[in-house]
């Protein structure tokens, strides 16, 4: 199953008011794309309207195949989505949500299967949530909730993945461990889109950036040619220093002097 993305004249408006201008890109096969941009710039609006959580004009393709002909159940074997604040009833254990993830490849209303546990095992396994499959979610400090919602995407096996700041909450350590899960899974094969406030992981990660800026796409390239100090003072309005060491980027404010 092919896992490029292919979007085109995707528009989001709610009301007269226009989230997202007419927005056309291509993710390849086993790309890693970050989009990234100021508050308000239409980051998870576009995530969204890929998804099809969000009601939009224009086209999404994955593999040449309209999602808008899709049924919800092809739609979930071939994306899958971790937004930045999921409704998750409460009551659910870790494993019973994680294994939610399983449901479009069993048959309706059927029971998990053992390659279903099998499989969930191994996504907890990575995400260094074993010791709380039996806990409940809404018992979790925020970066473990935030890597069983991880968990839960991962376990569709979907060959896209779109992550909106998949990093939130997560201490340095389970932050790293998912990141370089992310970039394995690339590695495979699997075409990830994410959105990520912090720019210096953004262009360490991703092949590409694409900038947003006030709902339309203001830069795309390497993170060399995208992390620029002129693009970041004109569609962030922040001072900030841009050293790239051996074609990694970093980002920092730049410190005023004290008086």
């Excluded at 899709?70 to 979930?76: I, P, S």
């Excluded at 994680?98 to 048959?107: A, D």
Aim: charged content about 20%; aromatic content about 4%.
């Amino acid at each position: 199953m092919s896992s490029s993305v292919q979007v085109r004249d995707l528009s989001v408006k709610v009301g007269k008011t226009t989230l997202l201008q007419p927005t056309s890109l291509t993710v390849g096969a086993g790309e890693w794309l970050s989009i990234i941009g100021p508050n308000g710039a239409g980051k998870s609006t576009l995530l969204r309207a890929i998804v099809g959580a969000a009601k939009s004009t224009g086209d999404i393709a994955i593999g040449g195949k309209s999602l808008r002909e899709m049924k919800g159940t092809e739609r979930a074997r071939r994306v899958a989505w971790v937004p930045q604040n999921p409704i998750i009833p409460s009551g659910f254990l870790v494993i019973d949500y994680v294994l939610l993830g399983r449901t479009p490849h069993r048959p309706l209303l059927a029971a998990e299967r053992p390659e279903d546990l099998a499989f969930v095992h191994q996504v907890l396994v990575e995400l260094d949530l074993v010791e709380l499959a039996e806990r409940h979610v809404d018992s979790l400090s925020g970066g473990e909730r935030q890597r069983v919602i991880i968990a839960r995407a991962l376990a569709q096996d979907a060959p896209v993945l779109l992550l909106d700041e998949p990093t939130t909450a997560l201490d340095l350590g389970h932050q790293q461990e998912v990141l370089m899960l992310l970039d394995r899974l690339r590695r495979q094969g699997r075409t990830i889109v994410s959105t990520m406030h912090d720019l210096t992981l953004a262009g360490q990660y991703a092949d590409r950036l694409v900038m947003l800026a006030e709902g339309e796409i203001a830069a795309t390239g390497t993170a060399t040619e995208v992390l620029t100090e002129a693009n970041l003072s004109m569609y962030y309005n922040a001072d900030v220093n841009v050293t790239v060491c051996d074609d990694l980027v970093l980002v920092a404010p730049r410190l005023r002097p004290r008086h």
